[in-house]
Each structure stands twice: as structure tokens, then as C-alpha cells.
């Protein structure tokens, strides 16, 4: 069992950056693929990036360019670094494993993108 505790998010303007956190309660080294997930009332939580053990990455198409994950196991976190934010980026945003476990989702952080 692993929590997972998601920090960094919040208000930005059209164009900005936020840096999300997520901390992981047990030895991040232990899951080969981490991600970022965001979820709207309106749609199914999508994956938006992942990255694996030795840092190889995926990004959804809508993100590509613009967010770029990263994993430091060493302090057992993972970060998704977020630039020209769009409004259409306004989601709670989690990190998990991929695929996702049920039991591993935490509180998830606002990022609301609007001007």
C-alpha cells in the first residue's frame, strides 16, 4: 500500500506555469511507471503523463510540449512541470501509478486556469 499526496496547484492565468508535487508515503523505486492524471466533472479521469524507472516518458497528445514529468525516487516524489497553460488544462490533478491503483488515489490538487 502506497499514499499518494499532490500539492502545487491553483490559479494561473492563460499562459503561465504551475509546478505540481506528489509525495510518495513508500519507496518510489518500487513502481516501474508513475503518473499524472487530471479529472473534470464533466469527463473520465485521463492520463496525462507518465514516466518509468530511468526516466523514459509519455504525454497525452493534448499536453505534449507544454508539460514534462519527472521522478526523483531518491525523495520519493514526482513532479509534472506545466507550461503554457490553457483553460481547457482546469482539472483536480493526481498522480497514481500506471495503470492506476483504486486504493492509491489521494486528495488530488486544484489547478484552475482562467484569466
Known amino acids: 500500500q502506497v499514499q499518494f499526496v499532490e500539492s502545487g496547484g491553483g490559479l494561473v492565468q492563460p499562459g503561465g506555469s504551475l509546478r505540481l508535487s506528489c509525495a510518495a508515503s513508500r519507496s518510489l523505486g518500487r513502481f516501474v511507471r508513475v503518473g499524472w492524471y487530471r479529472q473534470t466533472p464533466d469527463k473520465q479521469r485521463e492520463l496525462v503523463a507518465s514516466?518509468?524507472?530511468?526516466?523514459?516518458?509519455n504525454s497525452a497528445d493534448s499536453v505534449k510540449g507544454r508539460f514534462t514529468i519527472s521522478r526523483d525516487d531518491a525523495k520519493n516524489t514526482v513532479y509534472l512541470q506545466m507550461n503554457s497553460l490553457k483553460p481547457e488544462d482546469t482539472a483536480v490533478y493526481y498522480c497514481?501509478?500506471?495503470?492506476?491503483?483504486?486504493?492509491?488515489w489521494g486528495q488530488g490538487t486544484q489547478v484552475t486556469v482562467s484569466s
Open positions: 497514481n501509478i500506471d495503470p492506476p491503483v483504486l486504493s492509491y
Open positions: 514516466v518509468i524507472t530511468g526516466g523514459r516518458v
